[in-house]
């Protein structure tokens, strides 16, 4: 079945650049997200990108897909402290049209 | 708009007692979500409707959860009886067809069975 799978935890300083990785199961998803959840809140679209796209930018966000690898990754640069939340990785299982989250990485951004 | 509410924002109740959660989805959308979040399991999607008939409820853990969508601008969860192993986070979440399929999220519910 669908999975997703993602790092628990990301330590770094502010102004450092954060990265976080996801690898996905399902190669016909059309859709895959990066979602932020910040304490008490519910998870907010983050950013997406296209299954037909390696990358894409937006401001200070990264996101790189490696479709052969099943691989998808978050650059975050200029990291302030603002930045830390929970981020989900989530692809669209083509089956279902269901949304499969990963565990989710904590980010934390020490002064 | 704005944007999912969900009711109550924390419950406690004790273990045996009816809990009730309530959502109300973006208008205009089709689809509404149930999920649960807690530190074992992650985010675990329950149920999700389209057009206000469950689709797949194949993720609610067992007969005691139950969910319904009367219209396009309510749904709820009930848990009876609850139990403390019920105690999580629970989300509602709303999407319209189409787009990039985002699913807009409520500020959820904690509850906390003692």
């Known amino acids: 079945g669908e999975d997703v799978e993602q790092s628990l935890f990301l330590s770094v300083r502010e102004g450092d650049s954060s990265v976080i990785n996801c690898t996905y199961t399902d190669s016909s998803s059309t859709y895959l997200y990066w979602y932020k959840q910040e304490p008490g809140a519910g998870l907010q679209l983050l950013t997406y990108?296209?299954?037909?796209?390696d990358m894409k930018q937006d401001q200070r966000l990264t996101v790189l897909l490696n479709k052969k690898d099943k691989h998808l990754s978050l650059r975050i640069a200029d990291t302030q402290t603002g930045d830390s939340a929970i981020y989900f990785c989530?692809?669209?299982?083509?089956?279902?049209?269901?949304?499969?989250f990963g565990q989710g990485t904590t980010l934390q951004v020490k002064p | 708009d704005a944007g999912v509410i969900q009711s109550p924002r924390h419950e406690v109740t004790e273990m045996g007692q009816e809990v009730t959660l309530r959502c109300k989805p973006i208008?205009?959308?089709?689809?509404l979500f149930w999920y649960r979040q807690t530190m074992m399991r992650g985010l675990e999607l329950l149920i999700y409707f389209n057009n206000n008939v469950p689709i797949d409820d194949s993720g609610m853990p067992e007969d005691r959860f139950s969910a319904k969508m009367p219209n396009a601008s309510f749904s709820t969860l009930k848990i009876q009886p609850s139990e403390p192993r019920d105690s999580a986070v629970y989300f509602c979440?709303?999407?319209?067809?189409?787009?990039?399929?985002?699913?807009?999220f409520g500020p959820g519910t904690r509850l906390t069975v003692l």
């Open positions: 979440a709303s999407r319209v067809l189409g787009g990039n399929n985002e699913q807009f």
């Open positions: 208008s205009g959308h089709d689809y």
């Open positions: 989530a692809e669209i299982a083509s089956n279902t049209g269901k949304l499969i």
């Open positions: 990108i296209f299954s037909n796209m």
